[in-house]
């Protein structure tokens, strides 16, 4: 029971709004479900990254305040560059069949995006923190899972979805993107701003 509710708690998690799954829908939803997996193969890769240091009892490396603050401000100014981006470019035209390029950028992006969430290993050392002394690699298994699945669900059902969007309504979800993307920035910003005076308290 105690696993199967980590599974639910990571699928739950994954599908609550944040950069990583709205970069995983937007992508899927611009260029179809192979663009989309490629970015969920990046922030995968930042999983990955995240539980290891877990595993192997390193994740007092994100403890650094510098480096906290230093995630934080790059990855508050790309997703201020990903919000322009939106914003700048013309009216969609959706083209179902468009060639996908450039494959190896999306997957980093995906995964800069992640790892530019210090947070990120908090939130999975206070998911995992019951399990460490029984059990850890069995629940770094079914939390991956659980996150997996929430993000292939989205693929799909971005996939599904894209089929009957329209030009003008797929400008709109742009649009909130690109809102939501520079909200995310400014949080990232402010926290960085937060952390890099933190030292000078002391």
């Not at 035209?93 to 997957?107: C, V």
């Not at 979800?173 to 933190?198: P, R, S, T």
Request: charged share 10%.
């Amino acid at each position: 029971m105690e696993l199967l509710g980590l599974f639910l708690l990571g699928f739950v998690a994954a599908l609550t709004p944040g950069p990583d799954i709205l970069f995983v829908l937007r992508n899927t939803l611009s260029f179809g479900s192979k663009q989309g997996f490629l970015a969920f193969l990046g922030i995968f890769s930042g999983w990955i990254i995240f539980l290891s240091l877990i595993y192997f009892g390193l994740s007092h490396f994100f403890d650094n305040i510098l480096l906290q603050a230093s995630l934080n401000l790059i990855g508050g100014i790309y997703l201020f560059y990903i919000a322009y981006m939106l914003f700048k470019k013309s009216k969609n035209h959706i083209n179902l069949h468009q060639k996908i390029e450039k494959n190896f950028f999306i997957y980093f992006k995906g995964l800069f995006i992640n790892l530019s969430n210090p947070k990120a290993i908090l939130f999975f050392t206070i998911i995992i923190s019951p399990f460490i002394n029984n059990n850890l690699e069995i629940s770094l298994i079914i939390l991956l899972c659980g996150l997996s699945l929430a993000f292939l669900f989205i693929i799909f059902l971005s996939a599904f979805s894209r089929n009957f969007i329209n030009n003008a309504f797929f400008d709109k979800i742009d649009k909130i993107c690109g809102i939501l993307f520079l909200v995310f920035g400014v949080l990232l910003l402010f926290q960085a701003y937060k952390l890099f005076l933190m030292p000078q308290s002391f």
